[in-house]
């Protein structure tokens, strides 16, 4: 069997590893388009920081590695994808056929249609290549802007402020990490940034970028920043391109089932690429988190494998996020359910902050802030959909007490 693998991040590898395992007889490929070994994009702010060198964020460490595992790694883009004929087009002027081909290829930094984001000094912070131009230029007291407080802004947030740069942040949602944290919670997290010397704008846009040494920066405000660099980290767009031209069915993303097929029974999709089912709503999105891509590369390369059959129940939507410290968390449900009940629990003096939502007496979604013993149980009450009982009127009261409902659910004394 040659099974093919069109991406070299987490999926693609996890996925290669467990093909190996269950089938060593067949032949595995991993096709990547970067010069280097098959790296982690979530290592790259230690990168920043100068806590890891190059190789420290290679997925696999020990030398040789795939070699030993008997897996082929071809540096290469793929160009397109014959689907009939089961061929790849590489870059290299080859072809390369498969028998079960599974498309890990993730996504790309987007950019705002503004002005002067093309300029020499404004960077993605996305692949290694991004980070050696942006280790250049992130020097103690230069002046860097970054675009975007989503969840990768703030990872590379911190491995700026490290670095010791005269720092600041421009977000257009009015509150920092939008998609995984409320109006409180996301407002601390802004709060908290301030404390540490980090200029947050909250609620503001960049309207455009004008070349000079340094850079201009223009705000919808009418006012401008000088920046020896900036960064733009303002979202991701799945690589879908590659099966335009297929009859692979595409949406947001590449529209996968329970055991990751395409609609081509001979494709398969996993991790930032794949539209798989969300384990709180049924329905099925883009989940870019690298637990959702972990998932998706073990069951793809199960249902990739003759006599294996492995059923995805849908990815629990999780984001845990470390600024500078302060961590904060998501799951689920975060934003509530229609008709659903909330518990809250809110402490800015400290930095705490959590909030519970619930249908009927199940927990449905979480998001605290600075308190991190409850991470692990707030994701176990979510995924078990345990029914609480009394203890719902506990945790309305108090919703600091989940460890002690989560055990009580479990022991059947709910």
């Known amino acids: 069997m040659q099974h093919v693998i069109i991406g ?28 280097e070994p098959p790296y982690s994009r979530m290592a790259i702010p230690y990168y920043l920081m100068n806590n890891i060198d190059e190789a420290g964020t290679y997925l696999r460490k020990s030398s040789g590695f795939f070699d030993q595992q008997g897996i082929n ?10 689907s009939t004929g089961k061929l790849l087009k590489l870059s290299t002027g080859g072809n390369m056929s498969y ?30 290549e991004d980070a050696r131009h942006i280790t250049k230029l992130a020097k103690p007291g230069a002046k860097v802007v970054l675009m975007g407080a989503g969840f990768i802004g703030c990872i590379i947030l911190e491995a700026l402020a490290a670095s010791g740069v005269d720092l600041t942040v421009v977000e257009m949602e009015n509150r920092m990490v939008p998609r995984m944290m409320n109006e409180d919670s996301g407002g601390l997290i802004k709060k908290w940034c301030e404390s ?25 405000s009418g006012e401008s920043i000088p920046a020896d660099l900036v960064i733009c980290a303002t979202g991701v767009r799945p690589n879908t391109d590659l099966l335009k031209d297929t009859d692979v069915k595409i949406d947001h993303g590449i529209l996968i089932d329970e055991h990751m097929c395409t609609s081509d029974p001979d494709i398969f999709a ?8 969300d384990f709180s709503t049924g329905e099925y999105t883009v989940q870019a988190i690298q637990p959702t891509a972990a998932d998706h590369g073990r069951i793809a ?37 229609s008709g659903g009940d909330t518990a809250e629990l809110n402490d800015p003096d400290n ?9 009927d007496d199940v927990v449905v979604g979480a998001n605290s802030l600075g308190l991190t013993q409850h991470v692990g149980v ?14 719902k009127d506990k945790l309305m009261d108090n919703p600091l007490n989940v460890m002690e409902a989560y055990l009580s659910a479990t022991q059947g004394a709910a």
């Not at 996993?270 to 089912?277: E, L, N, T, Y």
């Not at 930095?351 to 249908?359: A, D, G």
């Not at 707030?378 to 203890?391: M, N, S, V, Y």
């Open 8 to 35: 070299a991040g987490p999926s693609g590898v996890i996925a290669a590893e467990t093909l190996k395992k269950l089938d060593p007889q067949s032949n595995v490929t991993i096709v990547g388009d970067e010069p």
């Open 73 to 82: 790694i071809e540096q290469a883009r793929v160009e397109s994808i014959d």
């Open 99 to 128: 028998d079960k081909l599974l498309v890990a290829t993730g996504s790309h930094p987007t950019k705002p249609p503004i002005e002067g984001m093309d300029l020499p000094g404004v960077h993605s912070c996305w692949t290694l």
């Open 196 to 220: 540490k010397n980090v200029r947050v704008l909250t609620s503001t846009r960049v309207t455009g970028i004008s070349s000079g040494s340094p850079l201009d920066v223009a705000l919808e």
């Open 270 to 277: 996993a991790g930032d690429v794949a539209q798989g089912k």
């Open 301 to 337: 390369a199960a249902n990739m494998t003759e006599g294996q059959e492995s059923i995805h129940q849908g990815s629990v939507n999780m984001n845990v996020l470390d600024t500078m410290g302060l961590i904060s968390a998501s799951f689920g449900l975060w934003e509530g359910s």
């Open 351 to 359: 930095y705490r902050y959590i909030n519970l939502q619930f249908e």
């Open 378 to 391: 707030l994701r176990g009450l979510i995924q078990t959909q345990l029914h609480l009982g009394k203890w």
